[in-house]
């Protein structure tokens, strides 16, 4: 049974949502969905899978991506996924780069929407978590709505619940993956036809959502928005959705109250060998549009890789902001 609240989530995001990116975005909000970046399942066969696998308990509600084509290799990591605790495992049939194209997974597959059924279909059998997709809505001229409605049937009746939708088609060939995230133009209505079409499906909307008034209005069409970039460069946003999406009523975290709720996580991954920086490059937009944001930025840059930077640099650079 899906018991994920998915009004909110933060969308996988490749070299950026990796587990101290996610703890820090917990601190911010309690009831925003984090997703893994993706995984492909090669990496989780064939690596050091517990290296990609382990994450912090206080992450939940949190979810796996994975990238792959192949039907029992992707039930055999889905497995993996639900051992190690994730709350969801997601299929990544979006992602449009040429590594992912010489894979045969990410949004090429959308152009083979049986194999991305069949995929599900090993997935849902091999676990009880829930089997989500998050894909375009169209790939080069494949983009009829008609050709999306088959992939999401196909998908649906293979035992998928809900469909994450990038509003946008992705160019496989011409843009760059950069390019594919702005230059094919944001098609809202067509995810809000989905919703139409798909009542008994949960559908969320990702692509271009820059504010939570924006979200609070794509609300009024689909059952969930998933913000990408935008949580990232500007996070304190996410101090703000579990009052104003999730309606918790609690009062609102100070940015200097996140930084030292950071703190006590910073010294146990310092403990543990981790690199200062891995931590702080994540939190370097927290004071985003305020005095001393500039001052903030560059003191951590300067100093978080310096041998035996730890939570006092956080401190200085805290200084910046209150000046």
Not at 143 to 166: K, N, R
Request: aromatic residues 8%.
């Amino acid at each position: 049974m899906n018991k994920i609240n998915r009004l909110f989530s933060i969308a996988p995001m490749l070299d950026w949502t990796d587990k101290h990116c996610r703890y820090f975005h917990r601190i911010l909000s309690q009831h925003a969905v984090l997703y893994t970046e993706m995984v492909t399942t090669g990496a989780l066969i064939y690596a050091d899978s517990h290296r990609f696998l382990q994450f912090n308990s206080e992450e939940q509600p949190v979810a796996f991506q994975l990238g792959g084509s192949n039907p029992a290799d992707l039930a055999k990591c889905a497995k993996m996924v639900e051992d190690y605790g994730y709350a969801e495992v997601n299929l990544n049939v979006g992602c449009p780069s040429d590594r992912v194209q010489n894979g045969q997974f990410g949004a090429c597959l959308m152009l083979e929407p049986a194999r991305v059924a069949e995929c599900v279909a090993a997935m849902k059998n091999a676990v009880k978590i829930p089997v989500t997709v998050k894909s375009r809505i169209g790939v080069d001229e494949r983009d009829s709505y008609p050709e999306l409605v088959e992939f999401m049937g196909l998908c649906a009746s293979a035992g998928c619940e809900t469909f994450i939708v990038h509003a946008r088609k992705a160019w496989l060939s011409g843009l760059s993956p950069k390019q594919n995230r702005d230059v094919p133009p944001l098609r809202y209505d067509v995810v809000y036809q989905l919703k139409q079409d798909f009542p008994q499906l949960e559908i969320i909307l990702n692509g271009g959502v820059t504010s939570l008034e924006q979200s609070a209005k794509i609300l009024q069409q689909v059952d969930g928005v998933m913000v990408g970039r935008e949580a990232y460069q500007n996070p304190y946003l996410l101090a703000q959705v579990d009052i104003q999406i999730f309606g918790q009523n609690q009062p609102l975290k100070t940015r200097e109250e996140i930084v030292l709720a950071l703190i006590p996580y910073i010294q146990q991954q310092l403990a543990q060998g981790v690199r200062f920086n891995s931590i702080t490059r994540h939190i370097l937009g927290l004071f985003h549009g305020e005095n001393g944001a500039r001052g903030w930025r560059r003191y951590l840059s300067e100093n978080a890789t310096k041998n035996g930077a730890d939570e006092r640099v956080l401190l200085q650079a805290l200084s910046f902001t209150q000046r």
